[in-house]
């Protein structure tokens, strides 16, 4: 079973829109990451948030992690149609085993 | 490119059969992943190898097996295979201290 879940599954912005994409998860954690898979491709490392962290920008990403809520956040700002992608959050919570546990994503869609 | 090769990109074969997939990590690390992507089951970790020993294990079946050579590359073993097996499978690798784990192209496996 997935320990994170996505939320929504699917989201259609125009571009130049921001776009936000939640994460909820069950257990306590080491880090949370965020990847994007273009269709059918590999996984791209997009950022990664430590469990003593709030917040953490990089580039147009920003994300947000509430430990007490077992939640975060990726914010896309002025998406690009190029941000077209399926978006995944994985925890990684294992003691020296570096695991990671992914969420099911959200589909994101930028329409031009 | 994340540095991390995978082959072969395609694969094709019958049930029953036995599979091998071959991972290159990234120069200089030494933890490597395997990852199992299919439409019903997301995302799933399989197995990591650091430095040559098996050090976590996820959901993997019996009937699968890996190793990580002495020159760091990893190999999947798939056998008597099923059409359930049909899915993307994924390497990753990472150095430690940091936790981002870099994933290859994939090796997407049809069983027919």
């Known amino acids: 079973s997935q320990q994170g879940e996505e939320d929504p599954q699917a989201l259609s912005i125009q571009e130049g829109e921001n776009a936000t994409m939640n994460c909820s998860y069950k257990?306590?954690?080491?880090?949370l990451q965020w990847y994007r898979q273009n269709s059918g491709r590999g996984l791209v490392h997009l950022i990664l948030?430590?469990?003593?962290?709030r917040e953490k920008h990089s580039g147009r990403l920003r994300v947000t992690l509430d430990t007490s809520k077992k939640s975060s956040s990726l914010l896309i700002t002025a998406s690009r149609a190029a941000d077209t992608a399926s978006y995944f959050c994985?925890?990684?919570?294992?003691?020296?085993?570096?695991?990671?546990?992914f969420g099911q994503g959200t589909r994101l869609t930028i329409n031009p | 490119d994340s540095g991390v090769t995978q082959t072969p990109k395609h694969l094709i074969t019958a049930t029953g059969q036995r599979v091998t997939l071959r991972c290159s990590p990234r120069?200089?690390?030494?933890?490597v992943y395997w990852y199992q992507q299919s439409l019903d089951q997301g995302l799933q970790f399989l197995i990591q190898?650091?430095?040559?020993?098996?050090?976590a294990k996820g959901n993997i079946l019996e009937r699968f097996s890996a190793q990580q050579f002495p020159d760091l590359h990893s190999e999947l073993n798939l056998s008597s295979l099923e059409l359930g097996d049909s899915a993307l499978y994924f390497c990753?690798?990472?150095?430690?201290?940091?936790?981002?784990?870099?994933f290859g192209p994939g090796t997407r496996l049809t069983v027919t």
């Open positions: 994985a925890t990684e919570g294992g003691q020296g085993a570096q695991k990671l546990v």
């Open positions: 190898y650091y430095n040559g020993e098996e050090r």
């Open positions: 257990t306590s954690i080491n880090n």
């Open positions: 948030i430590r469990s003593n962290e």
């Open positions: 990753a690798s990472s150095a430690l201290p940091t936790y981002e784990q870099y």
């Open positions: 120069s200089g690390d030494l933890s």
